[in-house]
């Protein structure tokens, strides 16, 4: 007489297989709320407009993400959505530092220089809205309207509010390509750490 193999490792690697997918099918909903919520701009009348920074190449030149926002904030504060702008950003590997490169394009655009706030310092999405909130305080400024791409701008409102900055608008830069799709896909993770991570912004 024969008995069939049990392997009781079986029910084991089902449940797996089924939280795994649960898992997956979690973070694709997420990731897809996220591009849904990024790509619906939330205009409104700001004290400062918030360029976030991207690459500066080595030859000094923008990367097509870095133009178009600020292309983008260039729009909206023609339109008279704000009066100040500021550029953050960090001396990338490429050795330049962003956030001054961003305010010489607005300046060779036509923004006066006085309009324009450097944080050379936003090495991070957090550490933008920090000095942000710093900036905001000293120069008594109540609302903010962030630029970036718009895949990044949920967790830019979320931690710019965590930073004292109550009053958040939001518009996403003209510009999609390939790489979205991952980046998409990361900043799920990444809004999910700042969810745990920044209960409060310490600035």
Not at 60 to 65: A, D, E, Q, V
Not at 120 to 126: A, I, M, V
Not at 144 to 163: G, T
């Amino acid at each position: 007489m024969s008995y069939p193999l049990t392997l009781p490792w079986a029910n084991w690697l089902k449940q797996a297989a089924t939280l795994v997918g649960l898992g997956l099918s979690a973070s694709l909903l997420c990731t897809l709320f996220i591009i849904a919520d990024g790509l619906q701009d939330r205009l409104g009348y700001a004290d400062v407009g918030l360029v976030l920074g991207n690459t500066v190449n080595q030859d000094g030149t923008l990367s097509p993400r870095l133009q178009a926002r600020l292309d983008k904030a260039l729009a909206l504060y023609r339109s008279g959505y704000f009066r100040t702008i500021i550029t953050s950003g960090a001396v990338g590997k490429e050795g330049h530092d962003e956030a001054a490169v961003m305010k010489g394009y607005l300046v060779a655009q036509g923004v006066s220089a006085t309009d324009i706030l450097v944080d050379s310092h936003g090495n991070t999405t957090f550490a933008s809205a920090r000095n942000t909130s710093v900036l905001a305080r000293r120069h008594h400024f109540n609302s903010v309207l962030v630029v970036s791409q718009y895949y990044h701008l949920p967790r830019s409102r979320f931690i710019l509010q965590r930073c004292h900055l109550p009053n958040v608008y939001s518009a996403h830069a003209d510009f999609f390509e390939l790489r979205d799709v991952y980046s998409s896909l990361r900043e799920t993770a990444a809004f999910i750490h700042y969810l745990v991570r920044y209960g409060s912004c310490g600035a």
